[in-house]
């Protein structure tokens, strides 16, 4: 069996995606997500340029030795760009090989370790009684875990609050739009968000918080004490990650526990966060950590030291990811909890799926594969915007932080 061509598809339903298409010989083919939001076309070209004529004729079966042959061939390894466009190759192959298996691809994993793969959703409000309202919401349609964020007061936006709600996307604009950010009005702002939903709620939902590495590491420190109360089921992105070590120190001061690692592309990215047991999630995703190949690795070495794991799960990552991600959820044992930002109604159209939500979980059919396809003649039809996520300035105009 050979792999006879590799096809890039671009297409933008309301945000842009990369998608890889790998088809044999034998007709059978596979898809991978290849998109990283904001830098869509260098990942095409990496692709295109580079990777795929070293496909052409090669085994689609070797899943492994092609992922070795990427990875230590090139000679120059990690960092974002190259290892989407891994994660790319190594999806399709996966899905070519459990559609020749004529399973779902969770059972070529393994099979699966849980009923269902428990996911948080997103509510976010200018205010706290708007956020809490969203929370409502959330709870109403069967959520068991749900993140909160909350405008900063005094700050005319803030990341992650949007007015769209259940859809809303982070990459707002073809250059970036800049947000004003004061960690110290943040700072007495949040823990009141917290306080109000526990008191409204309860305790019997998992809440959750991301800070996006807006604070140095003292500052998380003291932010996950004054959270404790709160029981959070983590706090995310506390601090830049660029120095592991940035996580000993909020460790010692705090048992709110820590998540990070949604742009990490390595295992190299977060191994001795994950050996001195600095974090309790782990956030690297199928399509920027190298595919299932190397996220089964990270996830293997997080489980010796009870680290378990929390996929990024945003609009930026395609269905093809999220259906990639559910396989992957489903079939280890030390899963946590997986990220769902819902798609708008155009996505989910280009990109026919076999995942479904119910009473706060997402569920995959016995479809064999990864259990998502794409509409090539739909996706046609919406061409690439170029799009950002926004930059973040300190009251003074600095970038300083992140
Ligand atoms: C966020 C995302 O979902 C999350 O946890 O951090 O909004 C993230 O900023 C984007 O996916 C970046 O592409
Ligand atoms: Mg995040």
């Known amino acids: 069996m050979k792999i006879i061509e590799g096809k890039l598809i671009v297409t933008c339903p309301g945000r842009n995606f990369v998608t890889l298409k790998l088809i044999t010989d ?19 070209s990496y692709l295109e ?36 466009a891994i994660a790319a190759v190594d999806m399709a192959l996966w899905d070519i090989k459990a559609k020749l298996a004529n399973m779902p691809l969770y059972q070529l994993l393994g099979g699966r370790c849980r009923d269902g ?21 959330y709870i109403g349609l069967g959520y068991k875990a749900i993140r909160l964020q909350t405008g900063v007061p005094g700050m005319k936006s803030t990341y992650g ?17 800049e947000n ?27 809440f959750l918080h991301d800070v996006h590495h807006r604070l140095t590491p003292i500052e998380a420190a003291r932010l996950g004490k004054s959270l404790e109360p709160y029981r959070l089921f983590w706090m995310e992105d506390a601090v830049v990650a660029d120095n592991q070590e940035s996580f000993r120190l909020i460790r010692q001061h705090t048992v709110t ?28 995703t199928v399509v920027h950590a190298g595919g299932i190949t190397h996220l089964r690795k990270i996830a293997a070495l997080a489980d010796l030291y009870n680290v378990r794991t929390g996929c990024h799960g945003a609009t930026d990552l395609s269905p093809v990811s999220m259906a990639a991600a559910l396989n992957f959820d489903l079939s280890i044992p030390n899963f946590g909890v997986q990220e769902y930002m819902r798609h708008t109604k155009e996505t989910d159209e280009v990109f026919p799926h076999s995942y479904s939500f119910k009473n706060g979980y997402l569920n995959l059919s016995d479809r064999p594969g990864l259990g998502v396809d794409i509409d090539e003649k739909l996706a046609a039809k919406y061409p690439y915007k170029r799009a950002y996520l926004p930059v973040n300035r300190l009251e003074d105009g600095s970038m300083y932080n992140w």
Request: overall charge negative; some cysteine; hydrophobic content about 35%.
């Open 161 to 177: 609050v949007s007015k769209d709600k259940m859809y809303y996307e982070p990459a707002d604009n073809e250059l970036p739009t």
């Open 180 to 206: 004003l950010w004061s960690t110290e009005k943040y700072l007495d702002s949040l823990p009141k968000l917290f306080e109000k939903a526990r008191t409204k709620f309860g305790f019997d939902h998992h």
């Open 26 to 44: 034998e007709g059978v083919y596979g898809i991978g997500d290849a998109t990283l939001n904001g830098r869509e076309k260098a990942v095409v």
């Open 257 to 284: 526990p820590l998540a990070v690692g949604e742009i990490f592309s390595s295992i190299h990215d977060c191994r001795n966060l994950i050996t001195e047991q600095l974090i309790d999630y782990i956030r690297c």
């Open 49 to 84: 340029d580079h990777v795929v004529p070293c496909l052409i004729g090669r085994d689609p079966q070797q899943i492994e030795d092609v992922w070795q042959y990427l990875y230590r061939g090139a000679y120059w390894r990690r960092g974002p760009v190259t290892m989407t």
């Open 117 to 137: 793969v428990m996911v948080y959703g997103h509510a976010n409000g200018e205010t706290v009684e708007e956020t809490l309202s969203e929370v409502e919401k």
